[in-house]
């Protein structure tokens, strides 16, 4: 079956660093990406859509200066957090749709913690 | 705009009870609904979906109907086991968008 691959599963990193995190579809084109923000008992927020080749389409109230996203590859996103801060602190999730099919491929989410 | 409200947990059960979480919903026209699951560790995987009203959706023993008139998904299982464990997420995706909408998620415990 589809399969993503999201890392680092985990990372802590210092207040005012940059941190990024991959997203990869192993046996499928992910022509549409979608990122995720999860806050501990909420659900999963919607942060940006992106499609191959094209700029991401960010949600109301997520700064896209903040939140870089890159679907330069039809297997290979990435979003940076750019001058993070605690408050950046949380599990961001990809999720990824090939061209032509119905399902949502999700990766293993990772655990972002900005000290 | 469309929503997804799901009861939430944590919900701790023995194992062969039976299972259920509520899960209703808001949307304009005719969504599909899905049940997703996260397991320890890992993404989540669809668990079951329904397009249209009256659909029930299955697999590993979960049920969930479609009721437009109640705008519920509700997830049943007649007899839980320990491998259930996990949390559980209801969606929606409205018509015409690719758009996930999800619910809180319940994590549930089964105990032997």
């Known amino acids: 079956g589809a399969v993503v691959s999201q890392h680092p599963s985990r990372v802590i990193c210092k207040s005012g660093t940059s941190v990024k995190i991959e997203c990869r579809s192993l046996d499928f084109q992910a022509t549409t990406m979608f990122w995720y923000r999860q806050f501990p008992k909420k659900s999963l927020m919607l942060m940006a859509t992106s499609n191959e080749g094209s700029k991401a389409t960010y949600e109301q109230g997520v700064e896209k200066d903040k939140f870089l996203i890159n679907h330069a590859s039809l297997t290979l996103s990435t979003l940076t957090v750019t001058s993070a801060h605690p408050e950046d602190s949380s599990f961001y999730i990809c999720?990824?749709?090939?061209?032509?099919?119905?399902?949502?491929?999700f990766g293993s989410g990772t655990r972002l913690t900005v000290v | 705009g469309n929503s997804v409200t799901q009861m939430e947990g944590p919900v701790t059960l023995s194992e062969e009870a039976f299972l259920t979480i509520n899960c209703t919903y808001t949307?304009?026209?005719?969504?599909?609904l899905f049940w997703y699951v996260q397991y320890p560790g890992e993404g989540l995987q669809l668990l079951l979906k329904a397009t249209k009203a009256d659909d029930k959706g299955s697999n590993k023993g979960f049920e969930a109907t479609y009721r437009k008139e109640t705008t519920s998904f509700h997830l049943e299982k007649g007899s839980v086991q320990v491998s259930d464990s996990a949390v559980y997420f209801c969606a929606l995706r409205g018509g015409g968008s690719e758009k996930l909408v999800f619910g809180k998620g319940t994590k549930l415990t089964v105990n032997p």
């Open positions: 949307a304009t026209g005719y969504p599909s």
């Open positions: 999720s990824a749709r090939g061209d032509g099919t119905y399902g949502y491929t």
